[in-house]
C-alpha cells in the first residue's frame, strides 16, 4: 500500500506517470548500488576505457613493459576483447611463467575462442603453481565447460572450488549456480541455503561485502 502512496504522490507532484516510475527506478538503483550491489555499476564501463587507453599510452611509451600489458589484456578479457588479449599475453609468456594469473588469463580466452584442451591445460597450470589463485573461480570455469560432456569432470572441479570456498557467500551461491547447470537440484538449494546461512552468521563489517550473493542466493532458492 506504501508503495501505491508513494508512486500517487510522485504522479501528482510531477505531473507524469512516467516520470515518477523513471524517479522510483533511479531510488531503486542507488539503494541497491549503496546496500545491495545486484545492479551493475553504471560508470564502471567508463573507468575501464580510461584505464585502457592509459594503458595504451603507456606501453606504446615502454613497449617492454609487462605488467602495464597483463592489465591491459586483463582489461580487455572484461570486456570480450578476446583477440586482442590473446597477442597481448603471448607476447609476455616468457616473462609471466611463474604467475598463476597469467596462466589463468590465458587459459580463459583460449577457453572463449574454442580452444579447450589449452586452455584447459593453462588453467591447471595456474591451479598448480597457485591452487588458490583468484578465490578458486578457475575451478568453476573448467567446471562449466565440462559440464554437459564430461559431469563427473565438471563435479570434481567444483568440489575443488568448494574445498577453497568453504566460507564465502559468494562461493556457495557460485557452486549453487553450477549445481544447477548440472541439473542436481537439491544440491543447488543446499549450496544457496548455505550462503544465506553464512551471511547471518557474518559479524556487520563484512554483510555489506557479501550481502549481493545473499540476495541472489535467496532469489534463485526460489526458483
Known amino acids: ?17 512516467f516520470l515518477a516510475i523513471l524517479v522510483i527506478l533511479i531510488i531503486i538503483y542507488l539503494l541497491d548500488r549503496r546496500f545491495v550491489g545486484i545492479f551493475p555499476s553504471l560508470t564502471k564501463p567508463f573507468k575501464r576505457m580510461g584505464q585502457i587507453s592509459k594503458l595504451r599510452s603507456e606501453i606504446s611509451m615502454s613497449p617492454s613493459n609487462v605488467s602495464a600489458k597483463h592489465e591491459l589484456a586483463r582489461l580487455l578479457i572484461e570486456r570480450k576483447h578476446n583477440a586482442e588479449a590473446l597477442k597481448l599475453l ?7 611463467g611463474d ?11 583460449y577457453l572463449r575462442q574454442g580452444n579447450i584442451q589449452k586452455g584447459e591445460a593453462c588453467i591447471l597450470k595456474a591451479l598448480d603453481i597457485n591452487p588458490r589463485v583468484k578465490y578458486g ?5 573448467l567446471a562449466e565447460v565440462h559440464k554437459h560432456k564430461d559431469r563427473a569432470k565438471a563435479v570434481d572441479y567444483v568440489h575443488r572450488f568448494q574445498e577453497i570456498q568453504s566460507s564465502s557467500c559468494e562461493g556457495y551461491y557460485l ?3 553450477m549445481y544447477k547447470a548440472l541439473d542436481r537440484k537439491d544440491d543447488a538449494r543446499a549450496a544457496f541455503q548455505e550462503s544465506i546461512d553464512i551471511y547471518r552468521s557474518l559479524p556487520k563489517y563484512k554483510k555489506r561485502q557479501e ?3 545473499a540476495v541472489l542466493s535467496m532469489i534463485k532458492k526460489l526458483q
Open 1 to 17: 500500500m506504501g508503495k501505491f502512496l508513494g508512486f500517487f504522490l510522485l504522479w501528482r507532484l510531477l505531473g507524469n506517470p
Open 90 to 96: 603471448e607476447s609476455i609468456e616468457t616473462q609471466s
Open 99 to 109: 604467475s598463476a594469473e597469467f596462466w589463468d588469463d590465458l587459459g580463459t580466452v
Open 137 to 141: 573461480q578457475p575451478y568453476l570455469r
Open 175 to 177: 557452486l549453487g549456480m
Open 211 to 213: 550481502r549481493k550473493w
